[in-house]
């Protein structure tokens, strides 16, 4: 078979991927916490080739060209989305903005040094109990309450606060305002609740290593150093009252959605091109 | 292929659902003490394609594995229970509540059925046959007062007025004023938890059957000239605490994101359609 037609469906699959992506992003346009992702993909490695039989063959190969391209993954984009106001008790958003020595990161979160060293920006986020019982992670600050006063997401999986047990709160909530750092004070006076109860921020050194399990929910998957409770100095505010939105840009999307349309459409020529070519082969070629 | 279409249906069907309680709440913009609904979106389970360790070549920067979303849902509707703002009838039998609190009444007539909360404060009072007569919502639900801390029926004897003061205490007053008699207190109940209370129609509130309603409500205790931030006046109803500019905003923004879907969708459909013209 010709090595092209194995080329191009590569191609028309990896659009696809990409397609799927960009659809997902589309659909959670009005999710609160949720962060867009963007497909990469990388081309197969190189295979050299050579000129074989005829007159004079020259030695040695011609060149190389990869045989194909596959969706390798799924980059997730950590830009802070926009804040919309609520005005409900148990609304809180997250405003991460966390500095490095030296770094200024560039909008996809990434920095590059003299040396070639990549740095990310660090995010910080909500400490939840996943259903195994260990961490997971998420900016979707939507919370309710349950019947014995637990703060919960809006699945029902219990927030953790700074000790690392579920923030339990019986006071009605809207005598409570959440200071900036996570602290939980009473709304008329300002002094902290009894047992001063925090909600434990945590911030992650390279949100590449986050797993999206989807609920709105994140897991770790890097070393333990790169991850602990967030410090006074990093520059995290929470904010109450507030939903922090999608970061997803509709008008990009739309734009990569076509591009993935019509380089699947292109590849679909391609294909279309090469079975005629077999179909001069087998019919016109070899008719007896 | 599937997971296009899958995610962009499944978000096609959320706002469907977002659309329907806004359009709740546009429809429900004059009733007296409704309160708003909303909602939060919340993205499906993502699925981790495997990947075969060769995957994991130079300058990959996430774990092995390709993740796939699946569109959105509505995660869960809340009350807002904002108060609305108080208008003047003159009519005894309008009531309105000032603060975080809502008024008791039983769904059927039995004091010991179980209970359910309102904020619609336009009463009436009805006549028994025994001389004297029973304040109702206009549902016909009774209301409930307290009398020495225990929980009871108001009834307003014939040819009494009926005057509710700020802190819920009731008094009846015959015609030349000559007697009074002190019928107890409306009770009144402060909200705890707003999560957790459910609608159960003709605009109440119930708790749901597998939650003790002492974890949503507690009795308020009102004090006279409304301080403590809670009150009750008589003569005034409490209109719905529905924004129109925000629902008619949220509406336009909820009708882009469903175009965008859509348009995804049929975009969807052009590349299957593509793979199945390849032979043609």
Same mark, same amino acid.
């Given at each position: 078979?010709? &090595?092209?037609?194995?080329?191009?469906?590569?191609?028309?699959?990896?659009?696809?991927?990409?397609?799927?992506?960009?659809?997902?992003?589309? /659909?959670?346009?009005?999710? *609160?916490?949720?962060?867009?992702?963007?497909?990469?993909?990388?081309?197969? =490695?190189?295979?050299?080739?050579?000129?074989?039989?005829?007159?004079?063959?020259?030695?040695?190969?011609?060149?190389?060209?990869?045989?194909?391209?596959?969706?390798?993954?799924?980059?997730?984009?950590?830009?802070?989305?926009?804040?919309?106001?609520?005005?409900?008790?148990?609304?809180?958003?997250?405003?991460?903005?966390?500095?490095?020595?030296?770094?200024?990161?560039?909008?996809?979160?990434?920095?590059?040094?003299? /040396?070639?060293?990549?740095?990310?920006?660090?995010?910080?986020?909500?400490?939840?109990?996943?259903?195994?019982? &260990?961490? &997971?992670?998420?900016?979707?600050?939507?919370?309710?309450?349950?019947?014995?006063?637990?703060?919960?997401?809006?699945?029902?999986? =219990?927030?953790?606060?700074?000790?690392?047990?579920?923030?339990?709160?019986?006071?009605?909530?809207?005598?409570?305002?959440?200071?900036?750092?996570?602290?939980?004070?009473?709304? /008329?006076?300002?002094? *902290?609740?009894?047992?001063? *109860?925090?909600?434990?921020?945590?911030?992650?050194?390279?949100?590449?290593?986050?797993?999206? #399990?989807?609920?709105?929910?994140?897991?770790?998957?890097?070393? *333990?150093?790169?991850?602990?409770?967030?410090? =006074?100095?990093?520059?995290? #505010?929470? &904010?109450?009252?507030?939903?922090?939105?999608?970061?997803?840009?509709?008008?990009?999307?739309?734009?990569?959605?076509?591009?993935?349309?019509?380089?699947?459409?292109?590849?679909?020529?391609?294909?279309?091109?090469?079975?005629?070519?077999?179909?001069?082969?087998?019919?016109?070629?070899?008719?007896? | 292929?599937?997971?296009?279409?899958?995610?962009?249906?499944?978000?096609? %069907?959320?706002?469907? !659902?977002?659309?329907?309680?806004?359009?709740?709440?546009?429809?429900? %913009?004059?009733?007296?003490?409704?309160?708003?609904?909303?909602?939060?979106?919340?993205?499906?389970?993502?699925?981790?394609?495997? !990947?075969?360790?060769?995957?994991? !070549?130079?300058?990959?920067?996430?774990?092995?594995?390709?993740?796939?979303?699946?569109?959105?849902?509505?995660?869960?509707?809340?009350?807002?229970?904002?108060?609305?703002?108080?208008?003047?009838?003159?009519?005894?039998?309008?009531? %309105?509540?000032?603060?975080?609190? +809502?008024?008791?009444?039983?769904?059927?007539?039995?004091?010991?059925?179980?209970?359910?909360?309102?904020?619609?404060?336009?009463?009436?009072?009805?006549?028994?046959?025994?001389?004297?007569?029973?304040?109702?919502?206009?549902?016909?639900?009774?209301?409930?007062?307290?009398?020495?801390?225990?929980?009871?029926?108001?009834?307003?004897?014939?040819?009494?007025?009926?005057?509710?003061?700020?802190?819920?205490?009731?008094?009846?007053?015959? $015609?030349?004023?000559?007697?009074?008699?002190?019928?107890?207190?409306?009770?009144?109940?402060?909200?705890?938890?707003?999560?957790?209370?459910?609608?159960?129609?003709?605009?109440?509130?119930?708790?749901?059957?597998?939650?003790?309603?002492?974890?949503?409500?507690?009795?308020?205790?009102?004090?006279?000239?409304?301080?403590?931030?809670?009150?009750?006046?008589?003569?005034?109803?409490?209109?719905?605490?529905?924004?129109?500019?925000?629902?008619?905003?949220?509406?336009?923004?909820?009708?882009? $994101?469903?175009?965008?879907?859509?348009?995804? +969708?049929?975009?969807?459909?052009?590349?299957?359609?593509? %793979?199945?013209? +390849?032979?043609?």
């Amino acid at each position: 078979m010709l &090595r092209g037609l194995y080329t191009a469906a590569a191609g028309m699959i990896t659009e696809q991927r990409r397609h799927d992506i960009v659809t997902n992003n589309i /659909a959670n346009l009005n999710t *609160p916490g949720y962060k867009a992702m963007d497909a990469v993909n990388r081309a197969f =490695p190189e295979m050299l080739v050579s000129a074989m039989g005829g007159e004079n063959p020259p030695a040695g190969p011609l060149g190389s060209f990869n045989l194909g391209v596959f969706a390798e993954e799924n980059l997730l984009r950590m830009a802070q989305g926009d804040l919309h106001q609520t005005y409900r008790n148990q609304d809180l958003a997250i405003v991460s903005d966390i500095q490095v020595n030296g770094a200024v990161f560039d909008a996809s979160g990434k920095y590059v040094d003299a /040396a070639g060293n990549v740095v990310y920006q660090p995010q910080a986020f909500f400490t939840v109990a996943g259903p195994d019982g &260990r961490p &997971r992670y998420t900016r979707d600050g939507s919370f309710r309450t349950a019947a014995d006063g637990t703060l919960t997401t809006e699945n029902g999986d =219990p927030v953790l606060g700074a000790d690392g047990n579920p923030l339990v709160v019986n006071e009605p909530w809207d005598t409570i305002s959440v200071a900036a750092d996570g602290s939980l004070l009473d709304a /008329a006076t300002g002094a *902290p609740l009894p047992g001063n *109860p925090r909600l434990m921020l945590t911030r992650v050194d390279n949100p590449n290593l986050l797993l999206r #399990e989807g609920n709105g929910l994140f897991r770790y998957t890097g070393a *333990p150093a790169g991850i602990r409770q967030v410090q =006074p100095g990093d520059r995290v #505010e929470v &904010r109450q009252g507030y939903l922090e939105g999608s970061n997803v840009d509709p008008a990009q999307s739309m734009v990569d959605l076509m591009t993935a349309l019509r380089a699947y459409e292109a590849n679909q020529q391609v294909i279309q091109f090469y079975d005629k070519s077999l179909d001069k082969a087998v019919n016109e070629v070899g008719r007896v | 292929m599937n997971n296009s279409i899958a995610a962009a249906a499944a978000s096609v %069907a959320a706002l469907q !659902q977002k659309l329907d309680l806004l359009a709740n709440n546009i429809a429900n %913009a004059d009733t007296v003490g409704y309160k708003r609904k909303t909602s939060v979106f919340e993205d499906l389970l993502t699925s981790l394609q495997p !990947q075969e360790n060769a995957f994991n !070549q130079p300058g990959r920067r996430t774990p092995i594995g390709f993740t796939q979303g699946w569109g959105a849902r509505l995660a869960g509707m809340q009350i807002d229970l904002s108060q609305g703002s108080l208008q003047p009838t003159g009519n005894p039998t309008d009531l %309105a509540i000032e603060g975080n609190g +809502l008024f008791e009444v039983r769904t059927t007539g039995d004091l010991a059925g179980p209970p359910a909360y309102t904020r619609h404060g336009d009463f009436a009072l009805v006549p028994t046959g025994n001389g004297d007569r029973i304040l109702v919502t206009n549902s016909g639900q009774p209301v409930i007062g307290q009398v020495n801390g225990v929980d009871d029926f108001i009834y307003v004897p014939d040819g009494y007025e009926m005057k509710i003061s700020e802190d819920g205490t009731i008094l009846a007053y015959n $015609a030349d004023g000559s007697d009074v008699q002190d019928l107890g207190k409306l009770k009144v109940v402060q909200v705890t938890k707003p999560d957790l209370l459910q609608e159960i129609g003709d605009n109440l509130y119930g708790v749901p059957a597998n939650v003790n309603p002492a974890d949503v409500v507690q009795t308020a205790v009102l004090s006279a000239n409304g301080g403590g931030g809670l009150s009750v006046r008589q003569g005034f109803l409490e209109s719905s605490n529905v924004n129109l500019t925000d629902e008619i905003t949220d509406l336009v923004s909820v009708q882009r $994101a469903y175009q965008l879907s859509a348009r995804a +969708l049929s975009s969807a459909d052009q590349m299957m359609q593509m %793979a199945a013209n +390849l032979r043609g």
